[in-house]
């Protein structure tokens, strides 16, 4: 058993902390939400009134944020988390954040002794809760066979993806060949149900063939075609299309890092962000269907 302090308990992270609880590991939480931190109480973790005191005597450190700008916030800094974790400290920092940021937390953490790595996750909040999650993970590859008993406790595939930040831009290149084969499954959706063809059946013809790919497979953005998805529950719950928007520009920053051309992750950007110009952030991000249908229920 570990001393664990889990910071972030959001859609994704709190499951990702239950996890550990159920592996038998101590975990101390920590989060603005009081209601996650009450579920991981009741769960039979331990909520923290900070990052700092969730973090006091903790082994391994996991951080599960939003942006860069919290991963920054919370790690550096005259009082950052970093200035009170001992030598030695195994850091698993597991947010979405840009390359650059993560490359900057890395050094500090070196600076002091702390094992850091960036490990990125894919597999949404269904992946968080059933443990099967993918983690593409940058950093020093020993201290990735020291944290892989964790993480193989929250997740099912392990890739170490480099050096430094590797983990980060393993990341914002899935997340944006998902975005654009979402958009281009929702647009070949909508195109052949407005020439007669019905949603379920059109699906399961391009799944077998080639136009077959994850979103038919698993995450179809029509709704009522399959259970258990977004789409089929008013696009509530999954992947928030701002959380999707933000990753977009990430990919786009790190494109704009080396003259890479990205266009077609250029306008999955500009449609992601039409949606939340619509009020459409908060909903899951396969609700881009909505751009393609003049019946907005769809």
């Given at each position: 058993m570990s001393r664990i302090a889990f910071i972030g308990l959001g859609n994704?992270?709190?499951?990702?902390?239950?996890?550990?609880?159920?592996?038998?590991?101590?975990?101390?939480?920590?989060?603005?939400?009081a209601a996650s931190l009450e579920q991981l109480a009741a769960a039979g973790g331990v909520a923290a009134t900070s990052a700092q005191q969730a973090a006091q005597g903790a082994e391994v450190v996991v951080s599960m944020l939003p942006a860069s700008s919290h991963v920054e916030g919370l790690y550096l800094g005259s009082?950052?988390?970093?200035?009170?974790?001992?030598?030695?400290?195994?850091?698993?920092?597991?947010?979405?954040?840009?390359?650059d940021s993560a490359r900057k937390v890395h050094a500090a953490a070196s600076e002091r002794g702390i094992e850091l790595l960036d490990a990125?996750?894919?597999?949404?909040?269904?992946?968080?809760?059933?443990?099967?999650?993918?983690?593409?993970?940058?950093?020093d590859a020993k201290h990735l066979e020291r944290a892989k008993p964790f993480l193989q406790q929250m997740g099912k595939n392990i890739f170490h993806a480099g050096p430094d930040g590797a983990g980060q831009v393993a990341k914002v290149c899935n997340n944006q060949l998902l975005a654009v084969h979402m958009l281009g499954t929702a647009e070949a959706l909508a195109l052949g149900v407005a020439n007669g063809l019905d949603a379920s059946v059109l699906s399961e013809i391009m799944r077998q063939s080639s136009g077959g790919n994850w979103s038919l497979e698993?995450?179809?953005?029509?709704?009522?075609?399959?259970e258990g998805v977004p789409a089929s529950r008013g696009y509530s719950g999954g992947f928030m299309a701002q959380l999707m928007s933000k990753d977009l520009g990430l990919a786009q920053q790190a494109a704009q890092s080396v003259n890479a051309s990205t266009p077609m992750g250029s306008l999955a950007l500009?449609?992601?962000?039409?949606?939340?110009?619509?009020?459409?952030?908060?909903l899951d991000f396969s609700v881009v269907q909505q751009l393609f249908t003049a019946d907005k229920s769809a």
């Open positions: 994704m992270g709190l499951p990702m902390a239950l996890n550990l609880l159920k592996a038998g590991h101590q975990v101390t939480g920590f989060d603005l939400v009082d950052g988390l970093l200035q009170h974790l001992a030598a030695g400290t195994l850091v698993l920092e597991c947010s979405t954040i840009a390359p990125p996750v894919s597999g949404g909040t269904a992946g968080a809760a059933a443990g099967t999650l993918t983690f593409m993970v940058g950093g698993k995450y179809n953005p029509w709704p009522g075609v399959m500009a449609l992601y962000r039409q949606l939340l110009l619509q009020g459409k952030g908060q």
